[in-house]
Nanobody, 119 residues
Framework: HVQLVESGGGLVQAGGSLRLACAAS????MGWFRQAPGKEREFVAV????????LYADSVKDRFTISRDNAKNTVYLQMNSLKPEDTAVYYC????????????????WGQGTQVTVSS
């Protein structure tokens, strides 16, 4: 199994920024998901093994950027122009084969990090 550890969550005002990090036990394609209370887990972004391909949910496109540092086996999610509706627990996840927008494509998950955006 892939071990994943998220960090970087916190409380921020609307319009602010946060950067999440996901440290992995190896080099893998990686996705970010989020889950707000009472809602289903929602796709945010995914990056390929090489970093050459990315995909974003429409709700975060142009505000969030996924990137990776392969020397550190770490994937980042830079979140700008945060909105109260971005409040959720954010999870990174490693796909079994190819990562996409469905949680069922992912085999291993981190413990999650809370992001709270105040209005």
């Amino acid at each position: 199994h892939v071990q994943l550890v998220e960090s970087g969550g916190g409380l921020v005002q609307a319009g602010g920024s946060l950067r999440l990090a996901c440290a992995a036990s190896g080099r893998y394609a990686m996705g970010w998901f989020r889950q707000a209370p009472g809602k289903e887990r929602e796709f945010v972004a995914v990056i390929s093994w090489s970093g050459g391909s990315t995909l974003y949910a429409d709700s975060v496109k142009d505000r969030f950027t996924i990137s990776r540092d392969n020397a550190k086996n770490t994937v980042y999610l830079q979140m700008n122009s945060l909105k109260p509706e971005d409040t959720a627990v954010y999870y990174c996840a490693s796909p079994g084969v190819i990562g996409g927008p469905s949680p069922t494509q992912y085999d291993d998950w981190g413990q999650g990090t809370q992001v709270t955006v105040s209005s």
